[in-house]
């Protein structure tokens, strides 16, 4: 598998992170935050929104954004739990975070 990664994005932690729990072997491939100007090249073809984290499977299927990674990959392990109602609220947790991410002034006390 080959992981379009940045060192410096919480998304791509995540992603790193529970890989590392799970033991999971993979490439990465370091991509700039900052330097935008070959996503497209890059990742054009296997995601849309030129984001990092990007995944590409062996079978040569692309996945993206953290939370479907995660998603994915947590999906039997202790992770991610069988109980319906306990996955809905791990989705809960997701939603919550990247909402969050994207909207900081939500979270003012």
């Known amino acids: 598998m080959l992981l379009y ?3 410096v994005s919480g998304n791509c932690y995540k992603v790193r992170q529970l890989f590392a729990h799970l ?3 993979y490439e990465r491939r370091e991509v700039s935050v900052i330097d935008r100007s070959n996503r497209k090249e890059l ?3 296997l ?3 030129l984001r990092v ?5 062996d079978d040569g ?5 953290s939370n479907a990674i995660t998603f ?9 739990p ?5 996955r809905a609220q791990v989705l809960q947790g997701l939603f919550f975070e990247q909402d969050r991410r994207s909207r900081p002034d939500r979270c003012a006390p």
């Open 23 to 25: 033991g999971i072997e």
């Open 82 to 86: 069988d109980d319906r109602f306990e």
């Open 43 to 45: 990742l054009g073809a």
């Open 61 to 65: 299927r692309s996945l993206a954004e």
């Open 53 to 57: 984290p990007t995944l590409v499977l």
């Open 72 to 80: 994915y990959f947590a999906d039997g392990t202790p992770y991610l």
């Open 47 to 49: 995601n849309p929104g």
């Open 5 to 7: 990664d940045s060192a």
